[in-house]
């Protein structure tokens, strides 16, 4: 069963800056685009931004384009979205997917002073 | 962006009776490659989205055979044969025929 597992989440000020990481296993990793999808509390689901199999193409979500960058290290099998300049509506749980199809637990990033 | 409408936003439903979604699309989702990437995902109380239906009608590994997605260009459909009490849940279509991704605004499935 292809397993996801999202860490580095947590409370943050406004401004401040967090970097999720995405451990894969059980799958080829660097064959699949990877996707990061986020879903602030009771709300609905809101893609954030997605990179291709070798890293080659990155794709954003116009709400956080320019603060956010997704990486991939396909050595370790292992995504990431750095956040930065994080604001309260960034708030949500950020699940990492594999090309939309299998989705991790989520981590929950919370952002208040 | 492609926005996707969806209705009803909620649905109660009766166990063994049949349930209903619809997806309407601001642009079509055919892909240049020939494919529509229309998905219909489920999302359980306190659990993490699971995909259902992908290109508008196939299965995901593992989905009962009760639900089946149909449509085309910009309308979509998703149906439940005959409701169980684990269908519970909010149920999201997603289009991912161009950038940026965009989901519905879920339906949310009662008893």
């Known amino acids: 069963q292809v397993q996801l597992v999202e860490s580095g989440g947590g409370v943050v000020q406004p401004g401040g800056s967090l970097r999720l990481s995405c451990a894969a296993s059980?799958?080829?990793?660097?064959?699949?685009?990877m996707h990061w999808v986020r879903q602030a509390p009771g709300k609905g689901l809101e893609w954030v931004a997605a990179i291709s199999h070798d890293g080659g193409k990155n794709y954003y979500a116009q709400s956080v384009k320019a603060r956010f960058t997704i990486s991939r290290d396909n050595s370790r099998s292992t995504l990431f979205l750095q956040m930065n300049n994080l604001r309260a509506e960034d708030s949500a749980v950020y699940y990492c997917?594999?090309?939309?199809?299998?989705w991790g637990q989520g981590a929950l990033v919370t952002v208040s002073s | 962006e492609i926005v996707l409408t969806q209705t009803p936003l909620s649905s109660p439903v009766t166990l063994g009776q049949p349930a209903s979604i619809s997806c309407r699309s601001s642009?079509?989702?055919?892909?240049?490659?020939?494919?529509?990437?229309l998905s219909w995902l489920q999302q359980r109380p306190g659990q993490p989205p699971r995909v259902l239906i992908y290109k508008i009608s196939n299965r995901f590994s593992g989905v009962p055979d009760r639900f089946s997605g149909s449509g085309s260009g910009t309308d979509f459909t998703l149906k439940i044969s005959r409701v169980e009490a684990e269908d519970v849940g909010v149920y999201y279509c997603m289009q991912t025929a161009r950038f940026p991704h965009t989901f519905g605004q879920g339906t949310k499935v009662e008893i």
């Open positions: 059980t799958f080829l990793f660097s064959t699949y685009a």
């Open positions: 642009q079509s989702l055919l892909h240049s490659d020939g494919h529509t990437y």
């Open positions: 997917t594999r090309a939309l199809d299998y």
